[in-house]
């Protein structure tokens, strides 16, 4: 049986466009319920992942929301109007499993949410141009060739394009832009779903203990 | 000197420090006061208090070499900055050898040389700081005597009395002077946050008028251009079924667009041009996906031009889809174009500019970087 999540968005049509493309996924995402209140997401305990709207009503981004869910040890996939880099690592640093801007819904939203029922990375290429561009005193230090590798990332939209342009495979270009992911876990407040990503990364081999 | 020079806190801004100067100023005095009018007599009459004897003289001592420092730091409108904590606990600690040096019958009594003045001296080091270390020290020094009047057995009604009343007394003076420090600060910080606000006022009216001079130049580029080919085309020597007078065309209303669609932020006018580009190339029914990341500094002209004469080109290419991404790394500003077609981009020669292109699947990616490198 396929991943389960469950849907937390305002906009009615934003939630059947995520159930059409759960539906359509293979195998298939069922989504458990959805509504426009967080409460939805806790009374659904069972669902292994929460598709989050940040923008909860006119009022502000809903990173209580998201506090709440991530201290529930939930995996929680934001996905956001709102473009902008500190919104996006902001959700990181609470605990989001990754943040997804409705642009790139289409193409990244179903990977994103099956790498996150594994606890896998996920970092679609906006918010890896947010970490690769990241101007806080306090950000994970990352190496020229990570860096390099997530802004190309964030400017293609193409493992294809990275791989070829730095005669790197694509596997290791996704170990680049997966570690770095890591390395934002690792920062910050703790949460069970950061530590779960961290260690599977371990088991993965995305990373050895020595690179923490 | 050099430890008081760092910034601890937030650093006090030239009206915060002009403003709290008065205030310092009061305070020193106060101290200089209590330290000379008040401790001096009661340390010469009740030196025999201590055991030993030199531990009076030489805590006032040390108290007034603070207080000295702290009016030389005053008069060169200067704060502790780091040496503030080392120094305030140094004084907790002169405090409470004092008063385990001191006769316990003494300990509220007039020979307790340390008991007023610490407070004062600590409002000196917290000039310009937050209030919550100066606070926390005034409660540890006087829960720390109470625990010494408990230890030696001096529980007595009047003892307890007197010491609460002797407390409440000095440290409501402390904390009311404090207190003002902290509003003074306050109204400083809103008063220069309105002076910034209107020195933003008058840059953006700066830049709206260099913007202006700039539009004005741009109107002169045009009549060069667009009027000569709008003429030929008119009078017939020009053909409009000839591509070349059709590229021409096209670069000049690209340019009347572009004219018409600034909008004057002359401090990210990359962005706006950028815009512009993908406006152009949106016209031509081609989805744009747009995204900027990073700070970018402001790069010189002839490289943002290389940087856009590059992006046009790519755009160019575009036949539905492309990805336009404008990001400030490290210093480096990089503009990255993806598009479905083959992009032919032009060769440049700009200091500090580079340029890459990438093909695969079908996709071309062409980039563009301005990393300056000093």
């Not at chain 2, 531990?55 to 040496?83: N, T, Y």
């Not at chain 2, 990001?327 to 077609?341: E, F, H, K, S």
């Amino acid at each position: 049986m396929g991943p389960s999540i469950v849907i937390v968005d305002d906009h009615p049509a934003i939630v059947d466009g995520v159930r059409a493309w759960c539906a359509r996924a293979e195998p298939e995402i069922r989504v458990l319920a959805s509504g426009a209140r967080v409460e939805v997401a806790l009374e659904e305990p069972a669902a292994d992942a929460v598709v989050l709207d940040l923008q909860l009503g006119s009022g502000s981004p809903a990173y209580g929301d998201l506090a709440r869910l991530v201290d529930a040890g939930r995996r929680v996939v934001v996905y956001s109007q709102h473009a902008d880099s500190d919104t996006a690592l902001r959700c990181l640093e609470l605990g989001a499993a990754t943040y997804l801007t409705k642009a790139e819904g289409p193409e990244h939203l179903i990977p994103a949410l099956r790498a996150v029922v594994q606890d896998r990375p996920y970092t679609p290429p906006v918010l890896g141009g947010a970490m690769a561009a990241d101007p806080r005193p306090d950000r994970p230090v990352l190496s020229e060739r990570e860096r390099e590798v997530l802004l190309a990332w964030f400017e293609s939209d193409s493992k294809q394009l990275v791989a070829q342009r730095f005669h790197l495979s694509v596997k290791t270009v996704d170990t680049y832009i997966g570690r770095v992911r890591i390395k934002y876990a690792d920062a910050g407040r703790p949460a069970t779903t950061k530590a779960a990503l961290v260690a599977r990364a371990l088991q993965d081999g995305l990373i050895d203990l020595a690179g923490l | 000197m050099a430890a008081v020079s760092g910034p601890a806190d937030a650093v006090p801004s030239d009206l915060e420090v002009r403003l709290l100067r008065g205030l310092r100023i009061a305070q020193t005095v106060i101290t200089l006061v209590i330290l000379f009018g008040l401790s001096l007599p009661k340390l010469l009459d009740g030196a025999a208090a201590f055991h030993p004897p030199w531990v009076a003289p030489v805590g006032w001592g040390l108290l007034v070499a603070v207080a000295a420092v702290d009016a030389v730091l005053v008069a060169r409108h200067r704060f502790w900055g780091r040496a503030r904590m080392p120094v305030a606990l140094g004084v907790l600690a002169l405090a409470v050898l004092i008063a385990l040096a001191l006769d316990p019958a003494q300990v509220v009594g007039p020979a307790h040389v340390g008991y007023g003045v610490v407070g004062w001296i600590w409002l000196l080091l917290f000039a310009g700081a937050r209030l919550r270390g100066l606070v926390a020290l005034i409660v540890v020094h006087l829960l720390f005597l109470l625990g010494l009047l408990v230890a030696t057995g001096r529980t007595d009604q009047l003892t307890l009395v007197t010491f609460g009343v002797t407390a409440v007394g000095i440290t409501s003076f402390q904390l009311a002077i404090a207190l003002a420090g902290s509003a003074l600060r306050t109204v400083a910080r809103q008063a220069a946050e309105a002076a910034e606000s209107e020195a933003r006022a008058r840059t953006a009216e700066e830049v709206a008028r260099t913007v202006h001079t700039d539009r004005e130049a741009r109107y002169a580029e045009l009549r060069a251009v667009a009027l000569p080919l709008l003429q030929g085309i008119g009078d017939g020597t020009l053909a409009p079924s000839d591509p070349e007078v059709q590229q021409a065309a096209a670069r000049a209303a690209a340019r009347l667009r572009r004219m018409f669609a600034e909008e004057g932020d002359a401090a990210d006018a990359l962005a706006a041009e950028l815009a512009v580009l993908i406006d152009i190339a949106e016209r031509r029914g081609v989805v744009v996906r747009y995204s900027e990341r990073g700070q970018r500094p402001v790069l010189p002209a002839d490289a943002a031009g290389a940087l856009l004469a590059t992006a046009e080109a790519a755009l160019h290419a575009a036949r539905a889809a492309a990805r336009v991404t404008l990001a400030g790394v490290a210093g480096a500003v990089v503009v990255g174009v993806v598009t479905d077609g083959a992009a032919r981009v032009p060769g440049l020669d700009v200091a500090d500019v580079g340029t890459s292109t990438v093909e695969a699947d079908g996709a071309t990616w062409v980039e563009a970087r301005w990393a300056p490198r000093s």
